[in-house]
């Protein structure tokens, strides 16, 4: 599927992150998105799609095995809550950038055209697809070990201001108890380049804006304009601003 050149970097990459013995066959599969295969007339076996479903899992377990044996006092549904946000795309487009996996995705050449390569929800993909990969053909100590330590950074911050990553459901609590009415969001600009999109939402409350915030996706740029709702509204202890 890669030249002997590109297959070098690929293998010298994941040696990079701690792995010494893997498959690199199935570590190429998690960096093909599935555009390339259709334009290359391969099978849909070989697009990350299936590793990317299991390497879901696999994440999924590793943050909740973490979470478990961390937080003791901590409830069924708090972590939950905390490990929704950990696992989510917005979390893991942060550690494929962290990692630079950019320049080992393969994409047609349309898509790359588009700026495919840099889109959160591939790069998310990849990821998940990676883990997969990984958890089939290497160490899974290692493997857990290294899930951890991309992810703890974010565990940490999440677990001391979820109300700060939970601020929608914050919001939507005040509105309700006040109205049972819910707050509304809307796009109020959409600018950039395909690959460097920027999007500003507003967030009202019976027809009065409460705050408005922009972001690089829509669902980021909503969680932002209400976070600063909760603020402007006073709903934030202080200790959650920092």
Do not use: W
């Amino acid at each position: 599927m890669q030249s002997d050149c590109n297959k070098h970097k690929l293998q010298d990459f994941i040696e990079s992150l701690g792995f010494s013995e893997f498959s690199l066959e199935l570590v190429e599969v998690a960096f093909t998105h599935s555009s390339y295969t259709k334009e290359k007339e391969l099978s849909y076996s070989q697009c990350y799609e299936r590793l990317e479903f299991f390497g879901d899992a696999v994440l999924k377990m590793a943050v909740t095995e973490y979470l478990y044996k961390k937080y003791t006092d901590s409830t069924e549904g708090e972590l939950t809550k905390i490990r929704s946000i950990v696992v989510s795309d917005e979390i893991l487009h942060k550690v494929a950038q962290k990692l630079n996996i950019e320049e080992y995705i393969k994409v047609s050449k349309a898509e790359e055209k588009c700026g495919g390569k840099k889109l959160e929800s591939i790069q998310a993909c990849v990821m998940e697809a990676l883990l997969g990969a990984l958890y089939l053909s290497s160490d899974k100590e290692i493997l857990n070990k290294f899930i951890i330590n991309q992810l703890v950074e974010y565990i940490e911050d999440i677990k001391s201001n979820k109300t700060i990553y939970n601020a929608k459901a914050l919001l939507q609590e005040y509105t309700q108890s006040k109205t049972k009415e819910l707050p509304q969001y809307t796009l109020i600009e959409e600018k950039g380049a395909a690959h460097k999109k920027e999007f500003t939402v507003g967030v009202s409350y019976q027809d009065k804006e409460l705050a408005r915030a922009s972001a690089k996706t829509k669902k980021q740029a909503q969680q932002e304009a209400a976070f600063i709702a909760c603020q402007n509204l006073g709903l934030l202890k202080n200790k959650e601003l920092g």
